[in-house]
């Protein structure tokens, strides 16, 4: 409440905001050349159809709450194998989901794009 009258802050948050879009728009091109280049040099392979992405709110959520859900999602392959993608803005806990995750997996290996 004390903010949202101010004109100077609404301003500031909008520059921010958009900032941040602009950032992770310009991070989320980057990862899906060197993806591309990846599957063209056989490092990995093209899926078809595409993975299915789930969407999951982690606003007032803890790490442990959102690495219940994703862990919940990934069934057997949480023991088995898989990989595991994880998208979002930045701020949004991405690295510390990911840190939280690794704990939970014993053969996790992270990479990040950003």
């Not at 602009?22 to 050349?33: G, Y």
């Not at 990989?83 to 510390?96: A, E, N, P, R």
């Amino acid at each position: 409440e004390r903010f949202g009258s101010s004109e100077e802050f609404q301003k500031l948050s909008k520059f921010e905001g958009e900032a941040i879009a602009t950032r992770d728009e310009e991070d989320a091109v980057k990862l899906q050349a060197g993806i591309e280049i990846s599957i063209a040099r056989g490092v990995l392979t093209k899926l078809d159809p595409s993975p299915e992405y789930i969407s999951i709110d982690v606003l007032g959520k803890t790490p442990d709450q959102v690495c219940d859900i994703i862990l919940a999602h990934m069934g057997d392959a949480a023991k088995t194998g898989c990989v595991l993608i994880l998208c979002g803005l930045s701020g949004t806990g991405k690295g510390t989901t990911v840190a939280r995750l690794q704990q939970c997996l014993s053969n996790a290996t992270a990479w990040s794009n950003g």
